[in-house]
């Protein structure tokens, strides 16, 4: 019987009595990349910082979560510390929460490998070498011996790419990666991302606000809101039709540098506080589209005629021009 990598089924999420995630199902294939979107609090950290154990204590969490057929929410500690770094390793926004400041760069990743592969010594010396090497590091056998802050904030990032790697991760979870590095860094270590997925197979996990980042280095989105995924489906399918209104939405509000100059347009309002969601669609107040039954009726996750799953009751159709998103002529 062959499995997913990772097959998440109804996971939910609570923090003191407030439900944050509401039953997500998703999976991630051997070697695919996914990309997780939505605004701000919809809930892409914490679907994978549940799955991996990663969450507070009070956070209340149900569900499955199996690494190719491993059941991973009832592990033991010990057991979810073997697979976290090793068969799946997380970066984030912020390199300083994988690096340590005060130790010098070369200790840090021959450590990691000791820890994740057992191997020490000059053998862990020239991987961790050959990792600095592979992340674009230059020059690493002298820098080898510096500390985290003698590196640019994109270089940070790269070591943090490469300590993910010291376990030979099946699977890298990428949380907001480039959202604070300027776009020429933020292009290349998209760049990196697809270039190591390639050479080692790795599955990626690219969780992010910006459609535009997801769409260079994703086949497949499921996109988030209020806990919930509402639009799913292939890059393809979603950029070149997006049927939910709320990812729509978030393609209207990306800057295109192709085609004629376009206003871009804010999705009215913000994502609403977990704790005051209704028996209707949460996106409903926000929603163009919205229709009577939104408002008192939760539309399922289905699955469309052309294979994406979508939770809309209006839909966008296939050739419906944006109301909002208007054309500005350059002498305009
Ligand atoms: N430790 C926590 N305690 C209480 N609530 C939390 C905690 N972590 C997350 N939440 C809540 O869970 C919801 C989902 O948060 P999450 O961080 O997953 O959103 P996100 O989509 O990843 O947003 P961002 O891009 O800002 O990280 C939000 O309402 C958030 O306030």
Redesign the pocket.
Known sequence: MSFDLVEIRDLKVA??GTQ?LHGINLSVDRGEALGLV??????????WLAALGL??G??AISGSVRIEGNELCSAPRQALERVRGGRIAMIFQDPSSSLNPVIRIGRQITEALTLHRGIGGETARAEALRLLDMVGIPDARRRFDLFPHEFSGGQCQRLMIAMALAGQPDLLIAD?PTTALDATIQAQILDLLNQLRAETGMATVF?S?DLGAVSQVCERVCV?YA?RIVEQGSITQLFSRPRHPYTRGLFDAIPRLDGPRTRLVPIPGTVPN?KQLTAGCAFSPRCAHSVASCDFQRPELDVMEDGRRLACFNPVLADEPTPALQTVMEDA
């Open positions: 923090f003191d944050v939505g605004e701000s609090g919809c809930g892409k950290s914490v679907t969450l507070p009070k956070a907001e969780i606000h988030m806990g977990p």
